[in-house]
């Protein structure tokens, strides 16, 4: 087994182990686009397979804390330096109705366990209260480009702030369920926009706050 191979077998190794098999986590944690490490794991024989480059070892090794020499097999013997894998940081948020989701800021507790029947995990940041809804309707449903169809589910960060081109949950103050659509600024006005383009633009002022932000979202066939 030449050099080359066995620094591939390695990065399989911390990509199934340390990054629970999540080639995307693993291009995060060494800072390089997730197509590039893609071509480094690829095995030898598959045409535009990327070698992993002494330069790169040396990222990698630092990347995952790894002591000089772990990729290649060549660890100081009276090192003290044991590669325990660390498990992703996950966290549980409920999957709400859009009636809980809309009177989220309104309540001191807008659902109470009992009506939580579905929990789903996550290992994305999220700075404030968070919650999934799952998308109804076909108003954010795109013919091109980002599409969101109906039943997907969507995780909501109530504590991020919400800019130009956010998709956010929002509800007007005469409305009993919030809305799930673009924010577009555009000199100073703000608008709901659809994705879908037999939808018409929502302007918002006063009538309108906006709830969450979506930041990750995830289909269920079951």
Known sequence: MDKYEKRRLRLIQLRDD???????ELARRID??????SRMLWPEDKKGRKRIADNMIEIIESAFSLPRGWMDGIVDEKSNITFVPQPINTRRYPVVSWVSAGAWAEALEPYTLQDIEEWCETDAHVEGDGFWLKIKGDSMTSPVGLSIPEGLLVLFDTGREAKH????LAKATDANEATFKKLVIDGGEKYLKPLNPLY???PINGNCRIIGVAIESRQKFI
């Not at 390089?32 to 490490?37: D, F, H, K, T």
């Open 18 to 24: 340390y990054c629970n098999g999540n080639g995307s």
């Open 32 to 37: 390089r686009e997730p197509s590039y490490v």
């Open 165 to 168: 081109g956010s998709l956010v």
């Open 200 to 202: 018409p633009l929502i």
